[in-house]
């Protein structure tokens, strides 16, 4: 009965697979990816047949002139170089619409963050990207402004990220000339204060805003309120020494309150009242240049070797001066003495001092610079430059433009060369200048470990194939942006008006232990000063004590001479 039940089995059973199954071959399975979409892409091309695009994990290489962005980096609500990339790369095609601003689905990376208004030639992006169909670089750059080029990508292994696989990174800053020579673009208190000096300096005749104070506290802002309280308690003392060490901020309001209504110092207006001319810009410059009555030219941004030698007469304290200009040069004494104060920088160093927002303490302060030479110059515009080239591992915000603005001060002998092994110091804490953002790029980025590992396999991750494209994006839209916003704004110039002890007392610090130290003795001089008046008074005291203290013994003798007489009479 059992066995009735049961359907006879064939030889042809219908568990063997079926002709058409069979030939099906199992889907390979898909690279993990950190999206929760598809790979795979969709296109109708137009014969209605439809070609399926794979996203590719790519590295872009890719310049900006920085000029009108607030940085690299994406920031809400503020114009950057990655928010413009961003929207590219989904208009091309190369982000679908459910990604579109949300970098982390498709494995967005970066090399390096810069600043407002720096530069880049070499950046380097990554992620998963479609690319296909050709064109992709093209599509790139027909949605995006002339100031963003991309230069190509390349295919990188899945695991790859710009950020973390970058091993070093190579900055440049181009510093006029000018700026490392210490007669020029000076405060008008520091050249009034060297009239009738063996350096006597030269007053600035190019910038309006010449010996003003910038904008907000420049200073240790803890330090200038210790000045501040050790200039209260020498108000009653005699010794003007004491007053004109410690009085570093007292000065500072009587330039920033004669203004006229062009934001102008009257002062210095007065000073070259009916001698300075503005001529009309030049047509092909662009240049505003300032002359003299006498038609004498005066040299743009300070001093160089094309106009040495020339006189001019100018007038300081209501008295005919001649001044020489500078004949300041970059030569192999300056380029020697520049370079060994960058040597500074090189190593692991804490750099707390360079940047914002770190403590002394934290590990992120401890950074490795492989390199920093200034041997090379370059003319741009007819203005000269020295290229100074910074390798390192990786960069804080602002780090490598307060190094420069600490070594153009040294150059320029407002501060000692010591003080930058004190500013790396973990238990200093000084205010550290801050150059200005417009000669700094990033030159390159580097992936050495990677590309020794996987060279049998991938493509080199490198600039090699670029340098053409990226040199003459450099010289086009870079350079010539540094040079012309030097030449109409003077904005080198205007920092260096700024770059003196007034603005920054820290610079003036120089063989002290630390800076507690320097503060604690600055203190101690006023206690001394007060200790001495009070030794000054005990002495006056003592000598009227001794005083009476002799009329208490000439009483005494004429008491005891009286109880003689009174004795004889009795």
């Not at 800053?173 to 009034?192: G, I, K, S, W």
């Not at 009916?274 to 300032?290: H, P, Q, S, Y």
């Not at 010539?480 to 920092?495: D, F, N, P, Q, Y």
Request: with cysteine.
């Amino acid at each position: 009965m059992e066995n009735s039940d049961k359907t006879p089995i064939s030889s042809t059973s219908s568990l063997r697979p079926s002709p058409s199954v069979a030939a099906e071959e199992p889907e390979p399975k898909k690279v993990k990816m950190s999206t929760t979409t598809s790979d795979d892409e969709q296109c109708t091309t137009a014969e209605g047949t439809k070609i399926r695009y794979k996203r590719r994990k790519v590295a872009i290489f890719f310049a900006y002139c920085g000029v009108g962005y607030q940085g690299m980096q994406k920031n809400p609500g503020a114009k950057t170089i990655e928010g413009e990339l961003e929207e590219a790369l989904y208009v091309s095609g190369a982000v679908p619409e459910q990604d579109r601003g949300l970098s982390k689905r498709y494995d967005w990376a970066r090399s390096a963050r810069t600043d407002k208004g720096v530069s880049a030639v070499g950046q380097v992006v990554s992620g998963r990207f479609y690319i296909d169909p050709p064109g992709f670089v093209e599509r790139l750059n027909s949605n995006l402004p002339s100031q963003i080029r991309i230069f190509g990508f390349k295919r990188v292994t899945a695991s790859f990220s710009a950020k973390k696989f970058c091993d070093r990174r190579r900055y440049v800053y181009l510093v006029p000339v000018f700026a490392l020579d210490p007669c020029c673009h000076r405060d008008r208190e520091t050249v009034l204060a060297s009239l009738g000096s063996e350096n006597e300096l030269v007053k600035c005749l190019e910038c309006s805003e010449r010996g003003r104070k910038v904008e907000g506290l420049v200073g240790n802002s803890k330090r200038n309120l210790e000045l501040e309280a050790v200039n209260g308690e020498t108000n009653g003392l005699s010794d003007r020494n004491v007053v004109v060490n410690s009085g570093v901020t007292e000065n500072v309001e009587v330039s920033l309150s004669i203004k006229d209504e062009n934001g102008l110092n009257k002062e210095s207006i007065n000073h070259d009242e009916g001698k300075v001319l503005l001529e009309e810009v030049n047509a092909k410059t662009d240049l505003e240049t300032v002359v003299s009555a006498q038609d004498v030219a005066a040299p743009l941004n300070g001093g160089s070797e094309n106009n040495s030698g020339a006189l001019e007469e100018e007038k300081v304290n209501g008295e005919d001066t001649p001044v020489k200009k500078s004949v300041f040069t970059y030569g192999e004494k300056e380029r020697e003495r520049f370079n060994k104060i960058l040597k500074y920088y090189v190593g692991t160093h804490n750099f707390h001092n360079f940047t914002t927002r770190i403590k002394p303490e934290d590990p992120s302060a401890h950074r490795f610079i492989i390199s920093f030479d200034a041997s090379t110059t370059v003319v741009v515009d007819g203005m000269e430059f020295v290229k100074c080239e910074i390798v390192g591992q990786s960069f804080m915000l602002h780090q490598i433009r307060k190094m420069m603005g600490l070594a153009v001060a040294i150059m320029r002998n407002v501060a000692p060369e010591s003080l930058i092994d004190k500013a790396m110091q973990k238990e200093v804490s000084i205010t550290v200048p801050t150059a200005p953002e417009v000669g700094l790029y990033l030159d390159e980025c580097f992936f050495t470990s990677y590309n020794q590992k996987w060279k049998d396999t991938h493509e080199e991750v490198s600039m090699k194939a670029y340098e053409k494209e990226a040199e003459e994006f450099k010289m086009k839209y870079i350079y010539s942006h540094i040079a012309s916003t030097e030449h109409k704004e003077g904005t080198v110039g205007l920092w260096l008006h700024s770059l003196n002890h007034r603005n920054y007392a820290d610079l003036r610090i120089l063989d002290e232990e630390d800076v507690t130290n320097d503060k604690k003795s600055e203190i101690g001089v006023v206690t001394g000063v007060v200790n001495d008046k009070k030794s000054e008074i005990g002495v006056v005291t003592g000598v009227v004590n001794d005083e009476k203290s002799e009329i208490e013994v000439v009483t005494g003798v004429a008491n005891d001479k009286k109880s003689e007489s009174e004795v004889v009479i009795e």
